[in-house]
């Protein structure tokens, strides 16, 4: 029976110290990075890959030392346009963001896997570098042959989904108007029955 008396307090201790360590943990930099692509084909046969990623401090302290790294293009399938693939910050406060954007030209027809970014931070009460990774993206189909856009595909899929439904109303609102309005020979037969 003595052993009962120190189980619950143990229990109740061990229960706060995992609780404590766990908010404790949860108080430094927590980086969130979304990476997206977006494909434009240009006039002279090419295509231009717009690249950005932002990096979020989702976590309650700053985090220091900020390197985000994207050089996973291969320098034979693109161009660097405009911008740089890597950059460095000095800080990222919590509840702050950051973004890094960049153009590339593509050069060869390709299905294009790009790996997440790496960013790498200091936290000023860990010795080594932490490092946090973008979201993934999805496949990349650099000069895919594309069917061209047609212009009026919108009102197709509208007339196919509506047409009847259109057309009903319009018979309808038609008919109302036809017995609604008063036609010009009988307000002329009722006009002159008066005047007699």
């Given at each position: ?63 220091y030392d900020v ?130």
């Amino acid at each position: 029976m003595a052993n009962w008396k120190f189980g619950p307090p143990i229990f109740i201790l061990a229960a706060l110290l995992l609780a404590v360590s766990t908010i404790a943990s949860s108080e430094g930099p927590f980086i969130v990075a979304h990476k997206k692509a977006s494909l434009t084909r240009l006039k002279s046969g090419s295509e231009r890959v717009s690249v950005s990623i932002d990096v979020y401090n989702q976590g309650f302290s700053t985090a220091y030392d900020v390197t985000l790294n994207d050089d996973n293009w291969s320098r034979d399938l693109f161009d660097i346009v405009a911008g740089n693939t890597s950059i460095s910050w000095e800080r990222l406060d919590a509840g702050g963001a950051l973004s890094l954007s960049f153009e590339l030209e593509a050069k060869t027809k390709t299905v294009f896997y790009s790996p997440p970014a790496v960013i790498t931070f200091r936290i000023p009460t860990k010795p080594t570098l932490q490092e946090a990774y973008s979201t993934p993206m999805l496949p990349l189909e650099i000069l895919a042959d594309r069917p061209p856009e047609k212009k009026f595909d919108w009102a197709k899929k509208l007339l196919a989904k509506y047409g009847s439904l259109f057309s009903v109303i319009t018979i309808v609102v038609s008919f109302i108007y036809l017995v609604a309005t008063p036609s010009k020979s009988g307000a002329a037969k009722g006009g002159s029955k008066k005047k007699h």
